[in-house]
């Protein structure tokens, strides 16, 4: 048994029953997007949160354990990925980083935006062109300190 197996009866689960993330969210009682990152395998759930999940997903004891331990963050299977909606992002960094990065500087300073410290909002936007996708992302800036 391993976290990763875990996921894959999270997300056979998920699947079978007709789940909505956001619906396993709101009974978990935190946004969408970090709930689905922890049922992912991304996060460390807290021993309430993870008992809310199996409850949901009908997890063992066993499966339980494993969403409360520290994960290996990141679960890409290569370093770009192949999937055409992920690798949007990845176009997204390749084609924005640089500018990004200049705009984050000269507003903050040497420093980066926090993948730790962070939120993200994802939402459907009504467009008569075509719906939209809307994500906020609001990370906290870490300066680069002198020693």
């Not at 991304?42 to 993870?50: G, I, V």
Request: some cysteine.
């Amino acid at each position: 048994m391993s976290r990763i197996d875990v996921t894959e009866k999270i997300i056979t689960a998920k699947v079978s029953k007709g789940l909505k993330w956001c619906d396993v969210a709101a009974k978990v009682g935190l946004s969408k997007e970090w709930v689905t990152a922890a049922c992912l395998g991304q996060m460390t759930l807290s021993a309430e949160q993870a008992g809310v999940v199996a409850e949901i997903f009908g997890l063992s004891e066993e499966d339980k354990k494993w969403l409360m331990v520290t994960p290996y963050k990141g679960s890409l299977p290569t370093s770009v990925p192949t999937d055409p909606l992920i690798y949007r992002f990845y176009e997204l960094v390749n084609v924005y980083g640089t500018t990004f990065k200049e705009l984050i500087h000269e507003e903050f300073g040497d420093g980066i935006m926090s993948a730790i410290d962070f939120k993200m909002d994802l939402q459907r936007e009504a467009n008569p062109m075509g719906d939209r996708v809307s994500i906020v992302m609001s990370g906290k800036f870490l300066p680069y300190k002198t020693y």
